[in-house]
């Protein structure tokens, strides 16, 4: 069993920066990918970025690239996204995910993942 738990969200200006943590515990995450997914109101989860269990590799949404920094604390059991330049669509509950295939890939698939935390709300602001 692995437990995620998600913070940092918060409401925001427009342009305005923040950080999302996810805290990992339970099992050991350290050698599994790790992503975030965000889901709007009245719309379907979607992948916005990803990162392979050393942190070598990285993948993101291309609505978030450049904008966007995905990373995890050398315990490796805690994952960060930077998030810049907020724009009102941003606004959505983001969640943390753990994909336990040792496989190489960063997948961007929600039924890749196989735990969840609860998610942290973001509200961008104009």
């Known amino acids: 069993q692995v437990q995620l738990v998600e913070s940092g969200g918060r409401l925001v200006q427009a342009g305005g920066s923040l950080t999302l943590s996810c805290l990992a515990s339970g099992r050991s995450v350290a050698s599994f990918a790790m992503a975030w997914f965000r889901q709007a109101p009245g719309k379907e989860r979607e992948f916005v970025a990803a990162?392979?269990?050393?942190?070598?590799?990285?993948s993101y949404a291309d609505s978030v690239k450049g904008r966007f920094t995905i990373g995890r604390a050398p315990a490796k059991s805690t994952v960060f996204l930077q998030i810049h330049s907020l724009k009102p669509e941003d606004t959505a509950v983001y969640y943390c995910a753990v994909d336990l295939d040792y496989g190489p890939s960063l997948s961007v698939d929600v039924w890749a993942y196989e735990y969840w935390g609860q998610g942290t709300q973001v509200t961008v602001s104009l």
């Open positions: 990162i392979s269990w050393n942190g070598a590799k990285t």
